[in-house]
């Protein structure tokens, strides 16, 4: 069963308009992140959290909010999507004394 | 801040011909190291990491080499199959930092093998 789950899978928005990305971990784990991804740059970090109700901003995060309810989920919003945030979205955990990361399916954004 | 290069694809093999994948990361503390593989329609997934400096990691037939002296993780298999076409990425990560496992990646290089 998989253990990090991401929905929905696909997504089709409109420019200016509210995208939430939504992911769901059963790994216990008090590390989530949120990665996009674009050829030629690889994974790039958004935010991150490593509690409930706590977020902490990555490498790229202008552009995207994000929220963290619970230990086991943890969202991406983006108040109002631009042509340049077309891209795949990766949500990722890991263990607070860890080093590796477990990814979710992704989800293919898709703004026109 | 912290950077991995790696060999830019895309990369096309036969089955059975050896693999060589580059990476080099520049970073000021003493990362863990890691590579993962990535196949279409799925996210990222660990193949193998190494936490010490000189030791070497091994997953599946893969392996690498933590060079401390010259920051390199260079990926290698000596036979490749159809069936390792993916994308792999380099990654390393920061021993002491605030952000858990933070991960920095290469831009990733897509390999072939040709049946």
């Known amino acids: 069963e998989a253990a990090v789950t991401q929905s929905p899978r696909s997504k089709v928005a409109v420019t200016g308009g509210k995208v939430t990305l939504s992911c769901h971990q059963t790994n216990n784990h008090d590390y989530m992140y949120w990665y996009r991804q674009d050829t030629g740059h690889g994974l790039r970090l958004i935010h991150y959290?490593?509690?409930?109700?706590?977020?902490e901003k990555g490498d790229i995060p202008d552009g995207y909010k994000a929220s963290r309810p619970s230990q086991e989920n943890f969202s991406l919003i983006l108040e109002l999507a631009s042509l340049s945030q077309t891209a795949v979205y990766f949500c990722a955990s890991s263990w607070a004394g860890g080093r590796e990361q477990y990814f979710g399916p992704g989800t293919r954004l898709t703004v026109l | 801040g912290d950077s991995v290069t790696q060999t830019e694809g895309p990369v096309t093999l036969s089955e059975g011909t050896s693999l060589t994948v580059n990476c080099s990361y520049e970073?000021?503390?003493?990362?863990?190291l890691f590579w993962y593989v990535q196949y279409p329609g799925e996210g990222p997934q660990l193949l193998f990491k190494?936490?010490?400096?000189?030791e070497k990691g091994s997953n599946r037939g893969f392996e690498a080499t933590y060079n401390k002296e010259a920051t390199s993780f260079h990926l290698q298999k000596a036979s490749v199959q159809e069936s390792d076409s993916a994308v792999y990425y380099c990654?390393?990560?920061?021993?002491?930092?605030?952000?858990?496992?933070?991960?920095?990646f290469g831009g990733g290089t897509r390999l072939t093998v040709r049946p």
């Open positions: 959290s490593y509690v409930a109700d706590s977020t």
């Open positions: 970073t000021k503390q003493y990362p863990t």
């Open positions: 990654a390393l990560s920061e021993t002491n930092n605030n952000a858990g496992a933070k991960l920095t």
């Open positions: 190494v936490p010490k400096a000189n």
